[in-house]
């Protein structure tokens, strides 16, 4: 299992860009990036992922260096709504067993207002 | 609508007693999981099944039993034996790449 690594927390204020780092140094080739927000006493949100490069959505942005041991989770201009647990999996996306699913602590975003 | 469906949102288990808490969707998809998530902690693996009546032991099994008898039901019972049951419980179903939770149910022992 790709082991991932996270900052516990992250303090910012609303309209700032926030960036949140994940290693994953022993990433396999067929791996892919996924990230997922979660809310107090909900299921975690899907957000964005990606394989390598940069990957955009209406949410975020996905940064991934070339040698993909590490990714980068860039929230535009956040808002106190973006308060929230933020995981980072990396996993198989073409196997449905027991590797792709392992989450981690994930970081805890709290915008200030 | 699409989606996950779990049940009932807030249960309550008596010492001794078994439980079983309730996953259904409408996705169509094959794959299923449970994950067991404590106060300020990530999602830990339950139970998954790729299949019907096909399931494997996550990493904290232990305590826990789960079925797999139609596509869009993995039913979760909580045994007498999880001495520790109070938690936040989450379905998942996988779809391509990404994986649908449902909105969990929070377990309490009184």
């Given at each position: 299992?790709?082991?991932?690594?996270?900052p516990?927390s992250?303090d910012?204020y609303?309209?700032?860009?926030?960036?949140?780092?994940?290693?994953h140094?022993?990433i396999?080739?067929?791996?892919y990036?996924?990230?997922?927000?979660?809310?107090?006493?909900?299921?975690?949100?899907?957000?964005?992922?990606?394989?390598?490069t940069k990957?955009?959505?209406e949410v975020?942005?996905l940064?991934?260096p070339?040698d993909?041991?590490s990714?980068?989770l860039s929230?535009?201009?956040?808002?106190l709504?973006?308060?929230?647990?933020?995981?980072c999996?990396?996993?198989?996306?073409?196997?449905?067993?027991?590797?792709?699913?392992?989450?981690?602590?994930?970081?805890?975003?709290?915008?200030?207002p | 609508d699409?989606?996950?469906?779990?049940?009932?949102?807030?249960?309550f288990?008596?010492?001794g007693?078994?439980?079983?808490?309730?996953?259904e969707?409408?996705?169509?998809?094959d794959?299923?999981?449970?994950?067991?998530?404590?106060?300020?902690q990530?999602?830990?693996?339950?139970?998954?099944s790729?299949?019907?009546?096909?399931?494997?032991?996550?990493?904290?099994?232990?305590?826990?039993?789960?079925?797999?008898?139609?596509?869009?039901?993995?039913p979760l019972?909580?045994?007498?034996?999880?001495?520790?049951?109070t938690?936040f419980y989450l379905?998942?179903?996988?779809?391509?790449?990404?994986?649908?939770?449902?909105?969990?149910t929070?377990?309490s022992?009184?």
């Amino acid at each position: 299992l790709a082991k991932t690594t996270q900052p516990i927390s992250m303090d910012s204020y609303e309209g700032q860009e926030v960036n949140i780092t994940c290693s994953h140094n022993n990433i396999a080739t067929n791996d892919y990036i996924t990230w997922y927000q979660q809310f107090p006493s909900q299921g975690p949100r899907f957000i964005i992922q990606g394989y390598k490069t940069k990957v955009t959505n209406e949410v975020a942005s996905l940064f991934i260096p070339a040698d993909r041991k590490s990714s980068t989770l860039s929230l535009p201009r956040v808002s106190l709504s973006d308060t929230a647990v933020y995981y980072c999996l990396v996993g198989d996306m073409t196997n449905t067993g027991r590797r792709a699913l392992t989450f981690g602590s994930g970081t805890r975003l709290q915008v200030q207002p | 609508d699409g989606g996950i469906t779990q049940s009932p949102k807030y249960l309550f288990r008596k010492e001794g007693q078994n439980v079983t808490l309730s996953c259904e969707q409408n996705l169509n998809h094959d794959a299923m999981y449970w994950y067991r998530q404590d106060p300020g902690q990530g999602l830990r693996l339950i139970y998954y099944s790729q299949i019907v009546n096909d399931f494997q032991k996550g990493d904290i099994a232990e305590g826990y039993s789960v079925s797999r008898e139609k596509k869009e039901s993995f039913p979760l019972t909580v045994t007498s034996a999880q001495k520790n049951p109070t938690a936040f419980y989450l379905c998942a179903s996988r779809g391509g790449a990404f994986q649908y939770f449902g909105a969990g149910t929070r377990l309490s022992v009184l």
